[in-house]
């Protein structure tokens, strides 16, 4: 199933993105739209990190791609976490980027 958002009589079509029930569930809580989990996949700094790929909009992305998309101004913090198979399995708002670095560690349970 595609990822599909609606704008102005215009359909986006993300055919590698789906949403997961739980994704869809956060979206709403927090007050995150389609087109901005839309905006966050296209122009978010991509992050690899604890078996999941982070997309995220922070002040870069916004001096970056503020003037293409000035709905960008309003989402600095947001963040999808998804699959590796293009699930979005959960969105947030969180400014502080650092809870996203992946561990320097080695998992020894992993193992």
Request: net charge positive.
């Amino acid at each position: 199933m595609a990822f599909i958002v609606t704008e102005d009589d215009r359909f986006f079509v993300l055919p590698e993105v789906t949403n997961s029930k739980h994704a869809l569930v956060r979206e709403g809580q927090r007050g995150i739209s389609k087109k901005q989990v839309m905006l966050a996949y296209k122009y978010g700094r991509v992050i690899h990190s604890r078996r999941a790929v982070y997309h995220v909009i922070g002040n870069k992305e916004i001096k970056k791609y503020g003037d293409i998309e000035p709905e960008l101004k309003k989402m600095n913090g947001v963040q999808l976490v998804m699959s590796s198979k293009g699930t979005v399995l959960t969105t947030f708002r969180n400014k502080d980027l650092r809870k996203v670095r992946p561990y320097k560690h080695n998992h020894k349970h992993l193992h």
